[in-house]
């Protein structure tokens, strides 16, 4: 095999396209030399610090009639580091009629020059960027580990050319069936089936499950697994506009875009806002003289105040408290394999007062548990004929790969079984296997494939055993061994440690436990009384399960998990709709405001927990930014606190609702 790559300039429109897309930082940008781009990183707040230490110097040569100058010149230095970005922001958001806060900030920092008061001035700009470059700060760790799911996606693949060629390509180019070669310690680019080789692939950062899963032919592998020893050859099977990883990047956009009530509500009252505080700042400036028998200007006058009003009534504090604390939120979710589909559905469940969920695949693992092995007639099998039934049963089931046969060929192997020598093997598609065990014929399938090589009066006692194990939700396979026949019953699987999970619920989120299933009534009383759930609901179409969802929803607020499209309807319609990440379907996903990326139910009580710590933070948040606000605004106004204070205060209230906030990251 021979190995190329496409010329470098056809690579660069692509690097430079994926990067805008991508929205990376400007200081990784391709545009950029090295150098430059070390310079680049976090270039916000270098230029806040700078201007900070430039400012100290000046006060502290303010003090010295001969270094006036020198001061001066500082001082002009720090409103160039400082307030010439905040200007030319201020002055663009002028054209797109956009008051907000950024204007009021702009406006009384160069105010202040014209009364006398330019360091001052200068120490609302320093405090100005340093809280912005800290809110930029806390918004990049906020939003850390979503945006490394944009660097678990690869640009390019290799892919294998009719030829055997290999040449790398850009994702963006691909088609569906296109062969593609993954070599170990690469991520997969896109979605697609081995066709050749085998190895181990991690997806801890698709599932959050941190271990190995093997890969072989026919298995699939997701965009972003990582391979770790093998080479695999892919046949591709989802673009990348469609795979695995990038539906997972739109969920999380949406998260991030999506905004609660509460805070939607204060970006539109922002523009009002910030225009109320700009004509009342002017209205005290031109009448408290002569409401107070004040100057205009100095360090008394209504200019002064008004300033000192404008900067303390701003609501910088305001309008991050919400955001920070969602995003953050947000954020810790998709860290513990929780993608949430933005701060509304932190509201959501936190209002839930009850919690439906559905049996198969999520109180239980939809894999089959073989609990039995039967004869038909009454009386038990004993030990020997138990096992030797079993062994033979393996022999046959080994070579299929269906829930049934992964049963007990699991049952067989926990038990150290041997499976006997078969012969004349055949498998015939959706009713069950034949062969040989020496002379003797053997056959396991469905019952009525069985039933049929039987005298009418044995075929007729199997068939009614089947049925009444049927009624109890159980599921049958039958097995002839000449001509006696004998029945294995197969039960889902509980999940690992669930009932502990449902308990943790009930205990500490004060949740009402339902069960919605359309299983049988037995099969569904059984998986309630184990888990301890008290109300059930079974043998459910999907309206039933729809109309019981809405019902509950307009009564109590429900939060719904389910993981099959038959959920879908359900889950869009609860209050909150949480979807089954591995297992669920992709209907299920899009209906959902939540996905368990790993199917790990345990996480649930720490989700409505983590939901109403936020709206905790949100309320404390609001509060704090409130009381910066009222606290420094009126003194300031009535002249009892100076300008610089005012400043402090103001920018102080910032960070803390910012710094509370990151409270939310801890996991």
């Given at each position: 095999?021979?190995?190329?790559?496409?010329?470098?300039?056809?690579?660069?429109?692509?690097?430079?396209?994926?990067?805008?897309?991508l929205?990376?930082?400007?200081?990784?940008?391709?545009?950029?030399?090295p150098?430059?781009?070390?310079?680049?990183?976090?270039?916000?707040?270098?230029?806040?610090?700078?201007?900070?230490?430039?400012?100290?110097?000046?006060?502290?040569?303010?003090?010295?009639?001969?270094a006036?100058?020198?001061?001066?010149?500082?001082?002009?230095?720090?409103?160039?580091?400082?307030?010439?970005?905040?200007?030319?922001?201020?002055?663009?958001?002028v054209?797109?009629?956009?008051?907000?806060?950024?204007?009021?900030?702009?406006?009384?920092?160069f105010?202040?020059?014209?009364?006398?008061?330019?360091?001052?001035?200068?120490?609302l700009?320093?405090?100005?960027?340093?809280?912005?470059?800290?809110?930029?700060?806390?918004?990049?760790?906020?939003?850390?580990?979503?945006?490394?799911?944009?660097?678990?996606?690869?640009?390019?693949?290799?892919?294998?050319?009719?030829?055997?060629?290999?040449?790398?390509?850009?994702i963006?180019?691909?088609?569906?069936?296109?062969?593609?070669?993954?070599?170990?310690?690469?991520?997969?680019?896109?979605?697609?089936?081995?066709?050749?080789?085998?190895?181990?692939?991690?997806?801890v950062?698709l599932?959050?499950?941190?271990?190995?899963?093997?890969?072989?032919?026919?298995?699939?592998?997701?965009?972003?697994?990582?391979?770790?020893?093998?080479?695999?050859?892919?046949?591709?099977?989802?673009?990348?506009?469609?795979?695995?990883?990038?539906?997972?990047?739109?969920?999380?956009?949406?998260?991030?875009?999506?905004?609660?009530?509460?805070q939607?509500?204060?970006?539109?009252?922002?523009?009002?806002?910030?225009?109320?505080?700009?004509l009342?700042?002017?209205?005290?400036?031109?009448?408290?003289?002569?409401?107070?028998?004040?100057?205009f200007l100095?360090?008394?006058?209504?200019?002064?105040?008004?300033?000192?009003?404008?900067?303390?009534?701003?609501?910088?504090?305001?309008?991050?408290?919400?955001?920070?604390?969602?995003?953050?939120?947000?954020?810790?979710?998709?860290?513990?394999?929780?993608?949430i589909?933005?701060g509304?559905?932190?509201?959501?469940?936190?209002?839930?007062?009850?919690i439906?969920?559905?049996?198969?695949?999520?109180?239980?693992?939809?894999?089959?548990?073989?609990?039995?092995?039967?004869?038909?007639?009454?009386?038990?099998?004993?030990?020997?004929?138990?096992?030797?039934?079993?062994?033979?049963?393996?022999?046959?089931?080994?070579?299929?790969?269906?829930?049934?046969?992964?049963?007990?060929?699991?049952?067989?192997?926990?038990?150290g079984?041997?499976?006997?020598?078969?012969?004349?093997?055949?498998?015939?598609?959706?009713?069950?296997?034949?062969?040989?065990?020496?002379?003797?014929?053997?056959?396991?399938?469905?019952?009525?494939?069985?039933?049929?090589?039987?005298?009418?009066?044995?075929?007729k006692?199997?068939?009614?055993?089947?049925?009444?194990?049927?009624e109890?939700?159980?599921?049958?396979?039958?097995?002839?061994?000449?001509?006696?026949?004998?029945?294995?019953?197969?039960r889902?699987?509980?999940?690992?440690?669930?009932?502990?999970?449902?308990?943790?619920?009930?205990?500490?989120?004060?949740?009402?436990?339902?069960?919605?299933?359309?299983?049988?009534e037995?099969?569904?009383?059984?998986?309630?009384?184990e888990?301890?759930?008290?109300?059930?609901?079974?043998?459910?179409?999907?309206?039933?399960?729809?109309d019981?969802?809405?019902a509950?929803?307009?009564?109590?607020?429900?939060?719904?998990?389910?993981?099959?499209?038959?959920?879908?309807?359900?889950?869009?319609?609860?209050?909150?709709?949480?979807?089954?990440?591995?297992?669920?379907?992709?209907?299920?996903?899009?209906?959902?405001?939540?996905?368990?990326?790993?199917?790990?139910?345990?996480?649930?009580?720490?989700?409505?927990?983590?939901?109403?710590?936020?709206?905790?933070?949100?309320?404390?948040?609001?509060?704090?930014?409130?009381s910066?606000?009222?606290?420094?605004?009126?003194?300031?106004?009535?002249g009892?606190?100076?300008?610089?204070?005012?400043?402090?205060?103001?920018?102080?209230?910032?960070?803390?609702?910012?710094?509370?906030?990151?409270?939310?990251?801890r996991?």
């Open positions: 095999m021979s190995f190329s790559t496409a010329p470098v300039s056809q690579e660069q429109p692509v690097f430079f396209d994926e990067f805008f897309e929205g990376g930082d400007d200081s990784k940008s391709p545009f950029l030399t150098e430059s781009r070390a310079w680049g990183v976090n270039l916000t707040l270098k230029a806040a610090i700078l201007a900070a230490f430039l400012l100290v110097i000046a006060f502290a040569l303010s003090f010295s009639p001969g006036l100058p020198l001061s001066n010149l500082l001082i002009v230095s720090v409103f160039f580091l400082a307030g010439i970005p905040s200007l030319i922001e201020a002055l663009e958001d054209a797109s009629y956009d008051i907000n806060i950024d204007i009021l900030m702009t406006v009384a920092a105010s202040s020059v014209l009364i006398g008061s330019q360091m001052e001035g200068a120490l700009l320093v405090l100005f960027a340093l809280s912005g470059a800290m809110e930029d700060a806390v918004t990049a760790k906020a939003k850390s580990s979503i945006s490394d799911l944009n660097k678990l996606a690869p640009t390019r693949a290799c892919v294998i050319e009719s030829d055997g060629t290999l040449i790398e390509r850009s963006k180019d691909l088609s569906l069936n296109t062969r593609i070669l993954v070599r170990a310690g690469q991520i997969v680019p896109l979605d697609g089936v081995v066709v050749e080789g085998a190895s181990t692939v991690n997806l950062h599932t959050g499950e941190n271990f190995p899963v093997t890969k072989k032919v026919e298995d699939e592998v997701p965009a972003g697994a990582r391979n770790l020893d093998g080479t695999l050859t892919l046949v591709v099977t989802h673009t990348s506009a469609d795979s695995t990883l990038s539906k997972i990047i739109e969920l999380v956009t949406q998260a991030q875009e999506s905004r609660p009530k509460l939607r509500w204060f970006d539109k009252l922002s523009r009002t806002y910030a225009i109320t505080i700009i009342l700042s002017l209205l005290f400036a031109l009448v408290f003289p002569f409401l107070f028998a004040i100057p100095g360090v008394e006058g209504s200019v002064y105040r008004a300033l000192a009003f404008l900067i303390a009534a701003s609501p910088c504090a305001l309008i991050i408290a919400i955001p920070i604390a969602y995003l953050s939120a947000v954020s810790v979710c998709a860290r513990k394999g929780i993608l589909k933005g509304i559905t932190l509201d959501a469940l936190a209002s839930c007062k009850a439906a969920l559905d049996k198969t695949g999520t109180l239980t693992t939809g894999d089959l548990t073989c609990e039995s092995i039967e004869g038909i007639s009454h009386e038990p099998l004993d030990g020997e004929t138990r096992k030797r039934v079993l062994s033979i049963a393996y022999a046959l089931e080994k070579n299929a790969i269906h829930p049934i046969a992964k049963s007990i060929v699991s049952y067989a192997e926990k038990q079984l041997t499976s006997p020598l078969i012969t004349d093997f055949k498998s015939i598609p959706g009713h069950g296997l034949n062969a040989l065990l020496g002379n003797v014929a053997v056959s396991i399938g469905q019952p009525d494939f069985i039933a049929v090589k039987l005298p009418e009066a044995t075929a006692v199997l068939k009614s055993k089947c049925e009444l194990m049927r109890k939700g159980e599921l049958v396979a039958a097995m002839l061994i000449g001509q006696e026949p004998y029945l294995f019953r197969f889902d699987t509980i999940r690992p440690k669930i009932k502990e999970a449902l308990q943790l619920l009930k205990h500490n989120q004060k949740l009402t436990m339902v069960m919605l299933t359309g299983d049988h037995l099969s569904a009383k059984r998986v309630a009384t888990l301890g759930i008290d109300e059930y609901h079974a043998d459910l179409t999907p309206k039933d399960k729809l019981y969802v809405t509950l929803s307009q009564e109590k607020g429900l939060a719904m998990v389910g993981d099959g499209v038959n959920d879908a309807p359900a889950l869009a319609r609860a209050t909150a709709g949480i979807c089954m990440g591995k297992v669920g379907s992709t209907t299920a996903m899009d209906a959902a405001d939540a996905i368990l990326l790993h199917d790990n139910i345990e996480h649930l009580d720490w989700l409505f927990a983590k939901a109403r710590q936020t709206q905790a933070i949100v309320k404390q948040n609001l509060f704090l930014a409130a910066a606000i009222l606290i420094a605004s009126i003194p300031a106004l009535m009892w606190v100076p300008l610089w204070l005012a400043v402090v205060m103001h920018e102080g209230g910032t960070v803390l609702v910012g710094l509370n906030a990151l409270r939310l990251l996991k």
